[in-house]
């Protein structure tokens, strides 16, 4: 019966991806622990999503060691948001963020990690799953990735094997769960050709080819400049069958990085983008949603009070 509640439950996760929809959906990165851990919050984040026609959201979870092994913070609490958002029609991935998960000295620890939240949506109500589990790793803020060269290489190589191995066990252990990641749009650069598994491609390829989806941090407050971001993750993922899902940021960024944000634009100039995007990509297979970042800054640039003393972003 489980079997049979989970493959609806997969099914209507779909609706998001524009090969059901004409105009994709809009999805929404949610960081801090304390937007889900009361009924309050939790019902406080559900309205704001209904109030903006905002069907999925990635709410970043921490792990914890209890009993000496490896186990979802606030579980209880995780459990009664992915029930309450699937009554109200919305997917939950479990997000998790950091520069260092995918370094192979890493694996191991992050695949207990990802064991721990196949656990988690195990000990789910029948009716309720998790849609898949979202990282955020951006190995591009370490030492070795600055370095270049070599050094480099083998971090996109063990960046590109985690997955594999993640890949694998999802499969094995959890197939209704799909395996995505977040990326930065120049990941489709010449100079970040490798070869992996015998195969020569672009690093944003390798990356779709490993993955059910991927989002891309295609922060530019133009919809014109984010189509073009996103233009060849969209041509590749065309041909493949996979799907993408281009990012707006709304964060309040330090210095010149505040220009790829909407933040000091106003509101009618973000409202009218996401619509220029929707309309743009309809009926595209390769377009699954738009994501927009995040919900603590999106909640106070859209001119709501949050009752959260955290809303930044968590990683």
């Known amino acids: 019966m489980r079997k049979c509640t989970i493959l609806l439950l997969v099914l209507s996760a779909m609706l998001c991806d524009a090969g059901e929809n004409d105009k994709p959906g809009l999805g929404m990165w949610v960081w801090p622990q304390n937007a889900f851990n009361t009924a309050a919050a939790r019902r406080e984040l559900l309205d704001f999503c209904a109030k903006e026609g905002i069907s999925h959201v990635d709410q970043h979870v921490r792990i914890e060691i209890r009993s000496a092994a490896l186990s979802i913070a606030n ?4 459990t009664a948001l992915v ?87 999802l499969a094995k252990e959890a197939p209704h769960i799909m395996l995505c990641v977040d990326v930065p749009f120049w990941w489709d650069k010449k100079e970040f050709v490798v070869t992996f598994g015998g195969k020569e491609k672009l690093l944003v390829h390798h990356v779709q080819d ?3 989806y991927i989002g891309i941090m295609s922060y530019r407050p133009s919809s014109k400049q984010v189509l073009e971001c996103v233009r060849q993750e969209l041509k590749y993922a065309a ?44 009926g595209s297979k390769a377009v699954r949603c738009i994501m927009l970042h995040h919900y603590g800054s999106l909640f106070t640039y859209l001119g709501e009070t949050p009752n959260k003393p955290d809303a930044g972003d968590g990683k």
């Open 210 to 212: 490993l993955t059910d």
């Open 239 to 282: 041909t493949t069958g996979k799907t993408v899902c281009p990012g707006l940021e709304t964060g309040v960024l330090e210095g010149k990085e505040n220009r790829i944000s909407f933040s000091g634009h106003p509101t009618s100039v973000f409202r009218e983008a996401v619509d220029e995007l929707q309309q743009a990509v309809s």
């Open 75 to 78: 579980a209880d609490a995780l």
């Open 83 to 169: 029930v309450a958002a699937q009554k109200q029609g919305m997917t939950v991935n479990a997000l998790r963020g950091g520069r260092d998960l995918f370094l192979e000295g890493n694996h191991d620890e992050t695949l207990r990690g990802l064991r721990a939240i196949v656990a988690f949506d195990k000990r789910l109500p029948s009716t309720a799953h998790l849609a898949g589990v979202k990282y955020d790793v951006e190995p591009y803020g370490l030492d070795v990735w600055k370095a270049g060269g070599q050094q480099r290489t083998k971090v996109i190589l063990d960046y590109l094997s985690f997955l594999q191995k993640a890949k694998a066990l």
